[in-house]
């Protein structure tokens, strides 16, 4: 008589119930993992816009311009407004590398309020709604100020 070899039902049962609770456990670490990688790309946003900033601003004090004038960063003409990139389109959005056509992209969407001093850029499918970076443009009463913040995350 020939011996047969194999998996018993109970051991098959045994196995699936274990990959079971191991999918059970790991899968919550994949979901946060995804929300803290949506996280950091908002930072990664409000770092290059504040390092848009500040470059676009020395680069029109080496060119000596004046604070409305146009600065040049890598061959492309940034809109400037005292002494700092503006939030039009072709101004901190523009410097810092976040380039969207008709106001969105598959990534961020993009509002320019009130009076055209404050952009605010927020990641699509963020962590939460409102999670966003907010870039205000130097005015004249308050000085040579820029301002970008994280709200919402």
């Known amino acids: 008589m020939k011996q047969q070899s194999g998996f018993t039902l109970i051991e098959l049962i045994v196995v699936i119930v274990i990959l079971g609770i ?13 929300s803290s990688a949506k996280s950091a ?8 816009i504040s390092s848009a900033a500040n470059l676009a601003h020395a680069a029109q004090l080496v060119a000596g311009n004046a604070s409305g004038v146009a600065a040049t960063l890598g061959g492309a ?12 389109a072709l101004g901190i959005l523009y410097a810092a590398g976040i380039t969207v056509a008709a106001g969105t992209s598959t990534d961020w969407t993009v509002t320019i309020g ?5 952009s605010t850029v927020q990641l699509k499918n963020g ?3 409102t999670c966003q970076v907010v870039y205000t443009a130097a005015t004249p009463a ?3 100020l820029t301002q970008s913040t994280i709200t919402g995350c």
Do not use: E
């Not at 191991?22 to 995804?34: K, S």
């Not at 940034?78 to 939030?87: A, E, F």
């Open 22 to 34: 191991l999918a059970a456990t790991a899968l919550p670490r994949f979901l946060d993992v995804q």
């Open 41 to 48: 790309a908002i930072t990664g946003a409000a770092g290059a």
């Open 77 to 88: 003409s940034i809109t400037m407004i005292n002494g700092y990139p503006d939030t039009v």
């Open 114 to 118: 009130g009076t055209g001093t404050t």
């Open 127 to 129: 962590p939460s709604a």
């Open 142 to 144: 308050l000085g040579p």
